[in-house]
T-cell receptor, first 111, second 114 residues
Framework: ELKVEQNPLFLSMQEGKNYTIYCNYS?????LYWYRQDPGKSLESLFV?????AVKQEGRLMASLDTKARLSTLHITAAVHDLSATYFC???????????FGKGTRLHILP | EAGVAQSPRYKIIEKRQSVAFWCNPI?????LYWYQQILGQGPKLLIQ????????DSQLPKDRFSAERLKGVDSTLKIQPAKLEDSAVYLC????????????FGPGTRLLVL
């Protein structure tokens, strides 16, 4: 059974700092997604990672994937208040269509 | 390009009543997903369609939940009868195909069962 674990679940940090959110999964996967969700809103796709060593960057966010370690990271550089949200990773089983979400990381960036 | 549309946005019902949600995916998207998101948790996939066929419904409580996607476009999700624990946000998403593609989420339907 595929399990997806994110840590930390809650993160409060100051503007200008760097931090990393971790996403571990338990079985072989061929697709990993990162989403952002603002309070009371729907999910917004940030990144889709498809292969080992994949790295994608958008603004202050950078995501990477290590399929051998079954680990993805979402790195935040020089955080700003607008990045406050809940971030989810989601993993798809290899050769399957089922997508399992982590519990999310609630990020609060203090001005 | 229009996004994923869902209706209603909010629904309040009493337990044992029935309720239906509607989703219109992005034009041309073959894959449609229904998720249940309970407050404070990540979304849980209920059912996935490829065109009008079911790809995965392993986490759909089939004794009370049903879904269809006639003609491979719009989809409806029904709960009959509803239970208190069904209170959640029901999210519809679509993607161009099953593999690799980004999922685009609708605004969701917030259901409260009293």
């Amino acid at each position: 059974e595929l399990k997806v674990e994110q840590n930390p679940l809650f993160l409060s940090m100051q503007e200008g700092k760097n931090y990393t959110i971790y996403c571990n999964y338990s079985t072989t996967s061929d697709r990993l997604y990162w989403y952002r969700q603002d309070p009371g809103k729907s999910l917004e796709s940030l990144f889709v990672l498809l292969s080992n060593g994949a790295v994608k960057q958008e603004g202050r966010l950078m995501a990477s994937l290590d399929t051998k370690a079954r680990l993805s990271t979402l790195h935040i550089t020089a955080a700003v208040h607008d990045l406050s949200a809940t971030y989810f990773c989601a993993v798809a089983l290899s050769g399957d269509d089922k997508i399992i979400f982590g519990k999310g990381t609630r990020l609060h960036i203090l001005p | 390009e229009a996004g994923v549309a869902q209706s209603p946005r909010y629904k309040i019902i009493e337990k044992r009543q029935s309720v239906a949600f509607w989703c219109n995916p992005i034009s041309g998207h073959a894959t449609l997903y229904w998720y249940q998101q309970i407050l404070g948790q990540g979304p849980k996939l209920l059912i996935q369609f490829q065109n009008n066929g079911v790809v995965d419904d392993s986490q759909l409580p089939k004794d009370r939940f049903s879904a269809e996607r006639l003609k491979g476009v719009d989809s409806t999700l029904k709960i009959q009868p509803a239970k208190l624990e069904d209170s959640a946000v029901y999210l519809c998403a679509s993607s161009k195909d099953r593999q690799q593609e980004t999922q685009y989420f609708g605004p969701g339907t917030r259901l409260l069962v009293l």
